[in-house]
């Protein structure tokens, strides 16, 4: 457990995401109090063009369970929880939330995901903007189709977009691929992440 400090992310508090027609929306209860703040393994890095207000990001992980269930119409409810350790026998997704500060505009986010073994698990390429008005699908350098464009949310003074990492049903259960695995962001052209974390996935 790392030591308390102020604007990182909350590594207790309990998440819950609403399944609505396949869309999914994200209630979430955000940084709130800096004396409850607790940065989860996370290092962060700056990258911004201007040194007075460089970009910065946290980054923490959360999973849902396989025990969703439904109330009412086709609403899934699920709760998702914040941690550094998850079962692979109960978890169903992992989330990785990028609390941003002084992002703006269009950006491409670069997330790699290392299994336990250090290779290369996967790698997304996300087109994140902060204008709700820029969501069109636009291409990517290095992708043949054009990619959904993330709406970063707005939680005090963070930017925050989310990547999903699917787990019940996937190579990582059907291979155990169990273990600690690192995922590193990079925004825009950066070489060396602007923030990297380590979860565990473990039977």
């Not at 923490?60 to 998702?80: C, K, M, N, Q």
Request: proline share 4%; glycine share 8%.
């Amino acid at each position: 457990m790392h030591a308390m400090r102020s604007g990182a992310i909350p590594t207790a508090v309990v998440l819950l995401v609403l399944f609505v027609c396949g869309g999914m929306e994200l209630a979430i209860s955000g940084p709130a109090r800096a004396g409850n703040l607790i940065l989860t393994n996370s290092i962060g890095r700056n990258h911004g063009r201007d040194h007075h207000t460089p970009v910065k990001a946290l980054l923490t992980v959360a999973g849902t369970d396989l025990s969703a269930h439904t109330r009412g119409s086709g609403i899934i409810w699920e709760t998702l929880k914040v941690g550094t350790s998850f079962s692979a026998s109960t978890v169903r997704d992992l989330y990785l939330y990028i609390y941003w500060t002084n992002l703006s505009g269009n950006h491409i986010v670069t997330v790699t995901f290392y299994s336990p073994d250090g290779q290369l698990y996967e790698q997304r390429l996300i087109p994140v903007t902060t204008s709700a008005q820029s969501v069109s699908p636009r291409m990517v350098p290095g992708v043949e189709r054009s990619v959904n464009v993330q709406s970063t949310r707005n939680f005090a003074q963070y930017n925050v977009s989310t990547v999903q990492l699917p787990v019940a049903g996937t190579w990582i259960t059907r291979h155990r691929l169990l273990g600690t695995w690192r995922a590193d962001v990079l925004l825009d052209q950066a070489s060396t992440p602007i923030v990297s974390s380590t979860f565990t996935i473990m039977n």
